[in-house]
């Protein structure tokens, strides 16, 4: 039976104060909310995007104006979105040369985005883009052969009683723990050949440091 709960990734969002120093904060946030989320490989493009719209709300709107970020899963799309509460002041895209002093914000969204646009409410203006992240869901995961090899191998490790029916705590839980009996395993196999168990797992670690870099 299939073993993969698959990543959850729920809504978040996060109040802030529309000022040029809460930018880096919010990029700092937004790479390790995407790292928990496995999804590294849009974290730069995904700060950019941060960048430009609290940029654009500064800018056009005014320093110090309250709004709220936003992110989701759209489909297999990171979106992201800025709120704030002036209705008016749109943002656009203009063909803004590299020595141009404004413009070039949603001009950069655009370049990194799938799409991009504003929402108008009652009392808010919301300014959003979606990112592809190459995965087939919006629960589906990153990594490659790699990940695909190991999924075929958990199948045999206990993941059977990680069915759909159960909390997904739980079942994250029944993974997690069948993940470590491979580990075990293969330590025990090791060892068993005459192998040093110990040296072969550190040597795991500093290629999957590497690789993970």
């Not at 001009?107 to 991009?116: G, I, N, Q």
């Not at 203006?125 to 075929?152: D, F, I, M, Q, Y």
């Amino acid at each position: 039976m299939d073993c993969i709960a698959g990543v959850p990734r729920k809504p978040w969002s996060l109040p802030f104060t529309a000022d040029p120093q809460e930018v880096a904060a919010l990029r700092r946030i937004m790479r390790l909310h995407l790292g928990l989320w496995g999804l590294h490989g849009v974290v730069d493009a995904a700060q950019l995007c941060v960048s430009k719209l609290v940029s654009n709300v500064i800018r056009h709107v005014g320093a110090g104006t309250p709004a709220t970020l936003v992110v989701s899963m759209s489909g297999p799309r990171l979106r992201i979105e800025v709120h704030d509460s002036d209705t008016r002041a749109l943002p656009v895209l203009l063909d803004a040369g590299l020595d141009a002093e404004s413009g070039r914000g949603m001009s950069l969204v655009s370049a990194v985005t799938d799409r991009w646009g504003v929402q108008l409410r009652a009392d808010q203006k919301v300014t959003w883009c979606e990112l592809p992240t190459g995965l087939p869901s919006a629960e589906g995961h990153s990594g490659g052969a790699r990940v695909n090899r190991a999924e075929a191998l958990l199948s045999d490790y206990g993941c059977q009683h990680a069915h759909p029916g159960r909390a997904r705590d739980r079942v994250i839980a029944l993974v997690e723990e069948a993940a470590i009996d491979v580990v075990v395993d293969v330590l025990h196999w090791l060892r068993a050949h005459g192998h040093d168990a110990d040296e072969a797992l550190d040597r795991a670690q500093t290629r999957f440091e590497a690789e993970a870099e």
